[in-house]
């Protein structure tokens, strides 16, 4: 019996019909394990992945498969987006076994969920020199029944091993000037000069990492980071990974030019990577920066955006193509003689050379993905009816599936860009979104003792805990929205959730644990220090512990930012490219971060112009002076009845001014 059907996942719900017995991860298949005496097969992946649906086509949906996984196995099935604990447990068990991992995640079990065999994905034959699922099956098999002893020696000692690998704060005191020019360097050692970004194929966006650079250069003027965030950033923007038609960044890019990506449009990313181009604009004033930030926010809200006001994890990389076949990229894809049928003759070839689309393809079949090669002048008028028109032919195609689940780390982060993208656009509809997303948050995943739920869908929320990057991203939103809109509220609701975080997440000596003290327990509590394609819980915690502190002048929080910042001291210079937030957090801490309290009113020129100070992490707070709501405005009245900005730093206060002009350059960053 299938037993996926009455769950909330997306991804598990795609598993429902299949013939496997599948169950969800819970105590329940673990004792019928025990019961039937027989391994766990855990496969783990997530709705947008390509290869996942890939291997449920040749194996999952195969009946021989699912007969010979039925008798021998308790098949259990985890979203790892839902259960980012148990993905990241045995991910560290296959890493260190293979050397490499990712999704579909295959990994063999005892019942008592220790891990003995590992992979990832398994074709339904052998090829590549990897063996065939089927063997592989035979083979854990073969070992259960034969070498049970064997089996459990294996499991015990990577049980051990990954026992070994708790981390203590991860340095000596605080990150310095010294660790921070360290990480600099190592990023410029390993920059791709010719076609921007960093490292080889495949390459993925480096949005922690360029917001780090922005603030370092901010800090520092050093013209070399900014140099590297706005090369790479324009040419992420001219590149295939973002949609020229209409707005947002796929997962990645398959080649180290940023020609081809892998198709799947994660939340994540595209939030990320709003805030990131918004910096970038407030750093440089670059009109492209400014387009792709709104029309990525442009995008969050018309793909994204639930019907309860949150948004979506992700969309699919696959969609139906013109023989009715599920293709990755068809959606998105062109061929000459189809910029014909939509736009004739003459547009066509002025469309094939704006967008880079040739006779041979860049992409399979002569198709190509749309580009933006050319960086000399450009009929701007008619590129703009070419997008259009081709964008309302794309419509009519088959769409890419949405994955409606509603991730409260990815949400927070969506509430802080668009909260952002907003304020500095003038574009109070995105603040509006934003605000709604962080209702959604407070209503459905905080409860009534502010113990986050790590997901939610079409307004019934999960059964599974939040993880520490839940608490950090959304507290990181939170106080983006307070910043914005001068509603203290939102500052109130980011103190719940970080008091959490001190009593349940902090362990000796200010380490940090991806798990509540009081959640379910694994083979070991994760932790990790490092990010993935989103900011580390560790340090997204930090940097959202220091700006809390910076707001309400709370101690314990300072302390607890500062000593989990001590693994940025020892990784920093190491791998930087693994630990962006954590060294743009670093950067703000070195800054101050700086305290800025606009007495006078939200929204005006004054708040405005702090909204867009460029010192790395500052704080803004801005209202009237006579409420609680923040403890920055307090006693600070506007002089002479106009509206006055007070800003400190580091214990000392500047002195205050009603004048824009004085504002923006006490907020410019470089040491000022």
Same mark, same amino acid.
């Given at each position: 019996?299938?037993?996926?059907?009455?769950?909330?996942?997306?991804?598990?719900?795609?598993?429902?019909?299949?013939?496997?017995?599948?169950?969800?991860?819970?105590?329940?298949?673990?004792?019928?394990?025990?019961?039937?005496?027989?391994?766990?097969?855990?496969?783990?992946?997530?709705?947008?992945?390509?290869?996942?649906?890939?291997?449920?086509?040749?194996?999952?949906?195969?009946?021989?498969?699912?007969?010979?996984?039925?008798?021998?196995?308790?098949?259990?099935?985890?979203?790892?987006?839902?259960?980012?604990?148990?993905?990241?447990?045995?991910?560290?068990?296959?890493?260190?076994?293979?050397?490499?991992?990712?999704?579909?995640?295959?990994?063999?079990?005892?019942?008592?969920?220790?891990?003995?065999?590992?992979?990832?994905?398994?074709?339904?034959?052998?090829?590549?020199?990897?063996?065939?699922?089927?063997?592989?099956?035979?083979?854990?098999?073969?070992?259960?029944?034969?070498?049970?002893?064997?089996?459990?020696?294996?499991?015990?000692?990577?049980?051990?091993?990954?026992?070994?690998?708790?981390?203590?704060?991860?340095?000596?005191?605080?990150?310095?000037?010294?660790?921070?020019?360290?990480?600099?360097?190592?990023?410029?050692?390993?920059?791709?000069?010719?076609?921007?970004?960093?490292?080889?194929?495949?390459?993925?966006?480096?949005?922690?990492?360029?917001?780090?650079?922005?603030?370092?250069?901010?800090?520092?003027?050093?013209?070399?980071?900014?140099?590297?965030?706005?090369?790479?950033?324009?040419?992420?923007?001219?590149?295939?990974?973002?949609?020229?038609?209409?707005?947002?960044?796929?997962?990645?890019?398959?080649?180290?030019?940023?020609?081809?990506?892998?198709?799947?449009?994660?939340?994540?990313?595209?939030?990320?990577?709003?805030?990131?181009?918004?910096?970038?604009?407030?750093?440089?004033?670059?009109?492209?920066?400014?387009?792709?930030?709104?029309?990525?926010?442009?995008?969050?809200?018309?793909?994204?955006?639930?019907?309860?006001?949150?948004?979506?994890?992700?969309?699919?990389?696959?969609?139906?193509?013109?023989?009715?076949?599920?293709?990755?990229?068809?959606?998105?894809?062109?061929?000459?003689?189809?910029?014909?049928?939509?736009?004739?003759?003459?547009?066509?070839?002025?469309?094939?050379?704006?967008?880079?689309?040739?006779?041979?393809?860049?992409?399979?079949?002569?198709?190509?993905?749309?580009?933006?090669?050319?960086?000399?002048?450009?009929?701007?008028?008619?590129?703009?009816?070419?997008?259009?028109?081709?964008?309302?032919?794309?419509?009519? +195609? *088959?769409?890419?599936?949405? /994955?409606?689940?509603?991730? =409260?780390? #990815?949400?927070?982060? !969506?509430? $802080?860009? @668009?909260?952002?993208?907003?304020?500095?656009?003038?574009?109070?509809?995105?603040?509006?979104?934003?605000?709604?997303?962080?209702?959604?948050?407070?209503?459905?995943?905080?409860?009534?003792?502010?113990?986050?739920?790590?997901?939610?869908?079409?307004?019934?929320?999960?059964?599974?805990?939040?993880?520490?990057?839940?608490?950090?991203?959304?507290?990181?939103?939170?106080?983006?929205?307070?910043?914005?809109?001068?509603?203290?509220?939102?500052?109130?609701?980011?103190?719940?959730?970080?008091?959490?975080?001190?009593?349940?997440?902090?362990?000796?000596?200010?380490?940090?644990?991806?798990?509540?003290?009081?959640?379910?327990?694994?083979?070991? +509590? *994760?932790?990790?220090?490092? /990010?993935?394609?989103?900011? =580390?819980? #560790?340090?997204?915690? !930090?940097? $959202?512990? @220091?700006?809390?502190?910076?707001?309400?002048?709370?101690?314990?929080?300072?302390?607890?930012?500062?000593?989990?910042?001590?693994?940025?001291?020892?990784?920093?210079?190491?791998?930087?490219?693994?630990?962006?937030?954590?060294?743009?957090?670093?950067?703000?801490?070195?800054?101050?971060?700086?305290?800025?309290?606009?007495?006078?009113?939200?929204?005006?020129?004054?708040?405005?112009?702090?909204?867009?100070?460029?010192?790395?992490?500052?704080?803004?707070?801005?209202?009237?002076?006579?409420?609680?709501?923040?403890?920055?405005?307090?006693?600070?009245?506007?002089?002479?009845?106009?509206?006055?900005?007070?800003?400190?730093?580091?214990?000392?206060?500047?002195?205050?001014?009603? /004048?824009?002009?004085?504002? =923006?350059?006490?907020?410019?960053?470089?040491?000022?």
């Amino acid at each position: 019996m299938n037993r996926l059907a009455g769950t909330t996942s997306p991804y598990l719900l795609q598993h429902a019909e299949n013939p496997v017995d599948w169950w969800p991860w819970g105590p329940d298949a673990f004792e019928e394990a025990r019961r039937r005496d027989v391994p766990v097969l855990l496969s783990v992946g997530y709705s947008a992945c390509h290869w996942c649906h890939v291997m449920a086509h040749e194996s999952f949906e195969d009946e021989a498969v699912a007969a010979y996984l039925n008798e021998h196995f308790v098949p259990v099935k985890v979203d790892r987006e839902e259960r980012p604990d148990v993905d990241a447990v045995y991910m560290e068990a296959v890493q260190a076994a293979t050397g490499q991992g990712g999704w579909p995640m295959t990994v063999f079990l005892t019942a008592d969920a220790e891990p003995f065999y590992f992979g990832t994905y398994f074709p339904p034959e052998s090829r590549h020199g990897l063996p065939s699922f089927r063997q592989v099956l035979e083979g854990v098999v073969a070992a259960w029944t034969d070498r049970r002893d064997e089996v459990g020696e294996v499991a015990g000692r990577i049980v051990h091993d990954l026992s070994q690998r708790s981390l203590a704060h991860g340095g000596e005191g605080l990150p310095a000037e010294s660790e921070l020019a360290q990480a600099l360097l190592g990023l410029t050692r390993e920059y791709d000069e010719k076609n921007r970004g960093f490292g080889g194929a495949p390459k993925f966006p480096p949005s922690m990492v360029i917001e780090f650079l922005l603030r370092h250069h901010a800090r520092t003027g050093a013209d070399g980071a900014l140099q590297m965030a706005a090369d790479t950033c324009e040419a992420m923007a001219r590149g295939g990974m973002y949609d020229q038609l209409g707005g947002g960044f796929a997962r990645y890019s398959v080649d180290r030019e940023w020609v081809v990506p892998h198709f799947e449009k994660m939340l994540y990313d595209n939030a990320l990577l709003c805030r990131v181009y918004a910096h970038l604009w407030r750093s440089t004033g670059s009109e492209l920066a400014r387009r792709v930030a709104l029309e990525t926010a442009d995008f969050m809200v018309r793909e994204l955006r639930t019907a309860e006001g949150g948004f979506a994890s992700a969309l699919d990389a696959d969609s139906e193509d013109a023989q009715g076949k599920h293709v990755e990229g068809a959606y998105y894809v062109w061929t000459p003689a189809q910029l014909r049928e939509v736009l004739g003759e003459d547009d066509a070839a002025f469309a094939a050379e704006h967008f880079g689309v040739t006779e041979e393809g860049t992409f399979e079949e002569g198709s190509s993905v749309l580009q933006l090669p050319l960086t000399g002048p450009v009929d701007e008028a008619r590129a703009a009816d070419v997008r259009a028109r081709l964008l309302a032919a794309r419509e009519l +195609r *088959p769409r890419p599936g949405r /994955d409606d689940k509603v991730v =409260a780390a #990815w949400n927070g982060l !969506a509430v $802080a860009a @668009l909260a952002e993208a907003g304020a500095y656009f003038d574009r109070p509809d995105l603040v509006e979104r934003a605000t709604e997303a962080a209702d959604l948050l407070v209503r459905l995943h905080m409860g009534p003792v502010a113990r986050l739920v790590r997901t939610s869908k079409d307004g019934r929320a999960g059964e599974h805990a939040g993880v520490l990057e839940d608490y950090g991203d959304v507290a990181e939103g939170f106080l983006a929205l307070a910043a914005v809109t001068g509603e203290g509220v939102w500052l109130e609701f980011a103190g719940f959730l970080l008091d959490i975080v001190l009593e349940h997440f902090t362990g000796e000596g200010g380490q940090l644990y991806d798990t509540a003290d009081d959640a379910e327990k694994l083979i070991r +509590r *994760p932790q990790d220090p490092t /990010d993935s394609a989103t900011p =580390a819980g #560790w340090t997204a915690a !930090a940097g $959202a512990l @220091l700006s809390y502190a910076a707001y309400t002048g709370s101690e314990p929080h300072r302390t607890a930012a500062e000593q989990a910042l001590g693994v940025v001291k020892a990784l920093g210079p190491k791998a930087p490219r693994f630990i962006g937030w954590g060294l743009a957090v670093a950067e703000a801490l070195l800054d101050g971060p700086r305290e800025v309290a606009v007495a006078g009113p939200v929204g005006g020129e004054l708040h405005r112009t702090a909204l867009l100070g460029r010192a790395p992490g500052a704080v803004v707070a801005a209202g009237e002076t006579s409420g609680s709501e923040f403890p920055l405005l307090a006693g600070r009245p506007m002089l002479g009845g106009a509206p006055t900005a007070y800003v400190c730093r580091h214990f000392v206060c500047a002195a205050p001014t009603t /004048d824009p002009e004085v504002l =923006a350059e006490a907020l410019r960053g470089g040491g000022s």
